[in-house]
């Protein structure tokens, strides 16, 4: 992303890892400046690929947060793929770029692989060859998206040595695509490219030119955590709220404005009695398709009848707008790309609490069509009664999705809202 000092948005740099938002003893949670300072504690701690050292750093900051607030902290551990790359990049010609490709597919070693460029789209046996397989314009978030599954399959079906997709979308970045962990990924190399940089190889595609792909670096399997907090109240019933902590990059609005709305809500509830307990969950594996989500609905979480509401701050809960007259340029406003919804015994005393948020204040009956995300499994195993948010900002699951993105007045009345939600939801403090 161009940086602009239009409207004079450009945010601080990020804080380093020593520095930054702590328990909160200065601040009720709501304040900008904290939400802020949360923020860019966050993106600080660089790329949050799962079991990488920025997703670890991350949780075992927040464990610090917690346990200082008041919280029984443990770690669920679990195996994510991996991907520590060497070399990425498409030359043809006097043209070489950048590219990003997925852990779950076969590297192409250092010497990488040359073959000639072919345009997918066109047909034909493509034995040998490099295709480019040129996805439709939208908000990328998944390769189990059949508009991306589907061409993948046929080029690969039809002998292409390789894959390259480009993604096209809102802002001409490369777009990182969530991949299935428990399924087996691609049998050949795979990698994707950015929109704005594939105009060279569109052209080298259409004469058939030969081209070199490389996708070299360390594969493999290596261990994350979801982070678990619990405050044990001696209540019958246990709130749930839940966040993904890890991504593909840096993550700062997709996954830190979410954290920012949840850490600000865990302070709350330390010092806010609601009648019940409390267990809080940063998961790690949400990229390979809510693996961390997963684990924990499978084997840590509460049952559905010993469980008060489960709420979920998903993807980009405060994530920046921007203007698309030419070069994009930002807004002081949020992204109304964001979706919220609640089940039905609690949806009219949520969507009070959201009135006046852009996006979410449109707030749906939770369905498995309707959910988003780790949501979707929290219905299917039965939990009744749930909040859930999820969006796709302009710079999701791209590289630009740096502190530019979002702000602490941005998360604000997100967080604020969420409180109200859960309070009205659950009958409001208890005295004394």
Same mark, same amino acid.
């Given at each position: ?64 947060? *917690? ?61 040998? +060859? ?21 061409? *993948? ?99 700062? +609005? ?15 509830? +330390? ?162």
């Amino acid at each position: 992303m161009a940086a602009t000092g239009v409207l004079g948005l450009a945010a601080a740099a990020p804080a380093q890892a020593g520095q930054g938002a702590e328990s909160g003893a200065a601040s009720d949670g709501l304040d900008a400046a904290w939400l802020q300072a949360v923020l860019e504690r966050y993106a600080g701690f660089g790329e949050k690929a799962s079991g990488g050292p920025g997703d670890e750093t991350c949780g075992a900051w927040l464990e610090g947060e *917690l346990s200082r607030t008041g919280y029984a902290c443990r770690r669920q551990s679990f195996d994510v793929p991996f991907l520590d790359p060497k070399a990425l990049t498409l030359a043809s010609g006097e043209a070489k770029v950048p590219l990003v490709a997925s852990p779950v597919a076969p590297t192409t070693g250092p010497g990488g692989l040359t073959g000639p460029l072919r345009l997918a789209s066109e047909g034909g046996d493509l034995t040998g +060859a490099i295709a480019l397989v040129v996805l439709p314009y939208r908000r990328w978030v998944t390769l189990a998206d059949p508009q991306a599954a589907r061409p *993948l399959e046929d080029a690969l079906a039809r002998g292409a040595a390789a894959v390259v997709l480009v993604t096209t979308g809102p802002t001409g970045e490369a777009i990182a695509l969530n991949v299935s962990a428990r399924k087996p990924g691609p049998p050949r190399p795979v990698a994707i490219l950015a929109p704005k940089d594939a105009a060279p190889f569109l052209a080298a595609a259409a004469e058939g030119r030969p081209a070199t792909l490389t996708i070299d670096g360390r594969r493999g399997t290596r261990s994350a955590y979801n982070l678990i907090a619990r405050l044990d109240r001696k209540a019958a019933r246990t709130l749930i709220l839940t966040t993904p902590r890890s991504g593909w990059f840096g993550c700062a +609005a997709e996954r830190g404005s979410g954290l920012a709305v949840w850490l600000s809500l865990a302070h709350w509830l +330390a010092r806010t009695d609601l009648g019940v307990n409390v267990e809080l969950a940063a998961n790690s594996g949400h990229e390979f398709e809510f693996l961390g989500g997963e684990h924990y609905l499978e084997h840590e979480a509460p049952k559905p009848g010993k469980t008060a509401m489960w709420v979920h701050v998903g993807a980009s809960a405060a994530a920046r707008d921007w203007h698309e007259f030419g070069a994009l340029r930002p807004l002081p406003s949020a992204d109304a790309q964001r979706v919220l919804t609640a089940t039905a015994d609690v949806i009219d005393r949520v969507r009070p609490a959201f009135a006046g948020v852009s996006g979410l204040e449109a707030t749906l009956v939770a369905t498995n069509a309707t959910a988003g995300g780790e949501m979707t499994n929290v219905l299917k195993a039965g939990y009744g009664t749930t909040i859930g948010l999820y969006g796709i900002h302009r710079y999701f699951h791209t590289r630009a999705d740096d502190m530019r993105c979002t702000s602490g007045e941005l998360v604000r009345p997100v967080a604020a809202a969420f409180r109200a939600a859960i309070g009205a939801s659950l009958g409001g403090p208890r005295a004394g």
